[in-house]
Each structure stands twice: as C-alpha cells, then as structure tokens.
C-alpha cells in the first residue's frame, strides 16, 4: 500500500470562521478512504485543498515523492489527481463524448467505451450535461474519472442526490479504481452507502481529521456514534455491517 | 512539452483537439469585441471617423489585453474551470489559447490597414 497523497496538518480559514485548524488526509493506493462529517465540517474543503482547487493557510501536500506548500489543479492532474467537484465539473459547451475525447486525446490513455459501458452512460454520449438527468449527470462525471484512470481519484459528495441503482454503479466505478491500485478518497452523508462502500473512513470533526479505522470499527465507535450517526442509526449501521460481514464470510 | 532541470513544466500545449476548439472561441471573441470597441468608438465620437479603419500598437495591445481577460472570463461563466484543471490546462494555457487568434488577427489588420 503506497500514499499516493497525503494532506497533512491543514489549516483555512474564511475570514473570521476556521473552518480546519489540523485535519490531514492520506489516499493509499487500492484503498477507499470515506470522509465524514457534520455540515460544515470541513471535508469539502479538506478536499479542495489536497485537489489544490483552495489554498490552504497552513500545512503541506505530499504527492509523487515531493512535499509542497501550495499545490493547483492542473498540476495535480499532472501528477495523476482527478478531482470530482460536488457539482459542475461537466461543460455544456460540448457533449459527454467530446469531454471523454478530451480526456483520452489529452493523456493518451482510456478507452472511452469501456468507461461508457461501466457507468452505463453509453447512450448519452451525444447529449450535453445541461440535458442530463442528477444520476446521469453524475454517472457521467464519474466516467471522465474512469477514463483519465487516476492515481488518486478525490470526490465530493459523489452520492448526493442519486437514485440507489446510481450509487451502486458509481461505487462499482470506484471499486473498479481501486482494483487497478488507485486511491480513492470520497465524502458524503448516506452513511449506509459510504460505510458499505468505504474500505476506512476519517471523521471530521471540530476542525481536524480522526481516523476510525475500518467501517465496522467507525460504526462502533462511541463518540462517532453519539456526535455523528446518533443513536437509530448506529444501532442499523452495526446492523448492516454484521450482515455485510456474514455474507462476505459465506462467499 | 519542455521541462527545467528540475523537472518542473515550463510550456505544455494541450491537445490539438482541445486547442482547436478554444481558439475557434477565441477568435470568435476576438471578432466580436473588435466590432464592438470600433462601434463604441464610432457612436461615442472618441475617435475622429477618419482614424476608425487606422491600426495602432496602442490599440492592438488593448484588444490583447481584453481577449485575455473576458477569455478568462467566459471560462469561469461557462462553468469550465474545474473541467481543464482535471486536463492539466492552468491559466496561462488558457490565456493562451485563447490569445494566438486575437494575435494573428490583430497581426493581418497591422497589414492590411493604415498605421
């Protein structure tokens, strides 16, 4: 297991609020790192920072050997990181295909069918990301992500507002990534969804960033489940773990 | 692509694919804000009619100016920003692409018209 990105120490804050004062992040190759947390927590702009689309006002990056200040976008890209914004990575300027074209004819890599096929976007190609669907739209953002093929994918909020069937084909997209040895780092509030697709999660909280572990370690930690799941949905998330557990046993 | 000797990225062209279509937007933008400086300058009377059709390095470099800003502009408008962060295209790129057909363009009018 390699780092591929490590955040460390992060500081920011907008104006008078602070809204991180030492959270870090690591993405390790082959691993699915959820980042939870209460609105307002941070994570997003956690996220921001290590994708060099914010700069921080402390701490440092680390990604390909090399420790750095200040880091941007394009030159993370460069490096192998795809950041996937909340919303709006898609123009409407050109249609799904021709962004997937980009993508390929850019770094002279990715198959751009083959991303089609795994976010069952294929039919879409011809539209235009204002014509999209919230999960087609999304789907469709996930596959530039599938066929840059990352080192190190970060996304926000990837689940937000999607239909079941969409998240299931997303995380499938994820663990398609991973299994190709590239790090994801993901956030959002499904917990079920997160916690059943996470391989460790990092709570953020409070302006920095603890590491719960596996998900059936994070279910049943006591603070995590007093100041973030809350006491139903504990019970139901250590419900679903187990069964994930037993069933994964029996395969 | 060229590289200093730490390895750092002085000059990358992105793909002829993607190059191709800002610089069709650039020279579009080029063109409309050109008719639209002239036609300022017509209607407001800053310009004696005489000196309309006349180029000047002054001017050109003003039209340069503002390609590169409103191209800037229409990035962040269109919502596009995150989109070639992800291919790897910074600002200066960008500015770029969108700069060589308001270039070229101001290059022909230097020939073609009166100084």
């Known amino acids: 297991m390699t780092t591929i990105l490590a955040a460390e120490c992060m500081a920011k804050a907008f104006g008078a609020r602070r809204v991180l004062t030492s959270a870090s992040l690591r993405a390790v190759s082959g691993e699915l790192l959820a980042l939870v947390g209460r609105n307002g927590a941070g994570k997003s702009t956690l996220l921001k920072?290590?994708?060099?689309?914010?700069?921080?006002?402390?701490?440092?990056?680390?990604?390909?050997?090399?420790?750095?200040?200040?880091?941007?976008?394009?030159?993370?890209?460069?490096?192998?990181?795809?950041?996937?914004?909340?919303?709006?990575?898609?123009?409407?300027?050109?249609?799904?295909?021709?962004?997937?074209?980009?993508?390929?004819?850019?770094?002279?890599?990715?198959?751009?069918?083959?991303?089609?096929?795994?976010?069952?976007?294929?039919?879409?190609?011809?539209?235009?990301?204002?014509?999209?669907?919230?999960?087609?739209?999304?789907?469709?953002?996930?596959?530039?992500?599938?066929?840059?093929?990352?080192?190190?994918?970060?996304?926000?909020?990837?689940?937000?507002?999607?239909?079941?069937?969409?998240?299931?084909?997303?995380?499938?997209?994820?663990?398609?990534?991973?299994?190709?040895?590239?790090?994801?780092?993901?956030?959002?509030?499904?917990?079920?969804?997160?916690?059943?697709?996470?391989?460790?999660?990092?709570?953020?909280?409070?302006?920095?960033?603890?590491?719960?572990?596996?998900?059936?370690?994070?279910?049943?930690?006591?603070?995590?489940?007093?100041?973030?799941?809350?006491?139903?949905?504990?019970?139901?998330?250590?419900?679903?773990?187990?069964?994930?557990?037993?069933?994964?046993?029996?395969? | 692509m060229t590289h200093s000797a730490d390895g750092s990225t002085l000059l990358r062209v992105p793909h002829a694919s993607i190059v191709r279509r800002y610089v069709a937007r650039g020279l579009i933008l080029w063109l409309l804000v050109r008719l639209m400086m002239t036609a300022i300058a017509a209607f407001s009377g800053a310009v004696p009619v005489r000196d309309l059709a006349r180029w000047s390095i002054a001017g050109a470099l003003g039209m340069l100016g503002a390609c590169a800003l409103l191209g800037l502009i229409d990035v962040r408008v269109r919502g596009e920003r995150t989109l070639l962060g992800n291919l790897g295209i910074d600002d200066r790129e960008l500015v770029a692409m969108y700069l060589v057909p308001a270039a070229l363009g101001e290059l022909l009018l230097s020939i073609i018209l009166p100084w």
């Open chain 1, 49 to 251: 920072i290590a994708a060099g689309f914010i700069q921080p006002d402390g701490g440092s990056i680390h990604v390909g050997g090399r420790a750095y200040l200040r880091v941007s976008l394009p030159m993370l890209a460069r490096e192998g990181v795809f950041y996937l914004p909340d919303h709006d990575l898609l123009s409407s300027a050109f249609s799904i295909g021709d962004q997937l074209d980009m993508f390929v004819q850019q770094f002279g890599q990715g198959d751009r069918a083959d991303a089609a096929a795994l976010l069952g976007i294929a039919s879409l190609l011809h539209r235009r990301a204002s014509s999209l669907s919230g999960g087609e739209l999304r789907r469709a953002e996930v596959a530039m992500a599938v066929v840059r093929g990352p080192l190190c994918l970060l996304a926000d909020e990837p689940y937000r507002g999607i239909a079941p069937i969409d998240i299931e084909i997303i995380t499938r997209a994820f663990r398609h990534h991973t299994s190709l040895g590239c790090a994801v780092v993901f956030t959002g509030h499904e917990i079920q969804s997160v916690l059943a697709a996470a391989d460790r999660v990092t709570w953020c909280v409070g302006g920095t960033t603890i590491d719960l572990g596996t998900p059936e370690a994070a279910a049943r930690d006591d603070r995590f489940q007093r100041e973030y799941l809350g006491p139903t949905l504990s019970e139901r998330v250590i419900e679903a773990e187990a069964k994930r557990r037993a069933a994964a046993f029996d395969s």
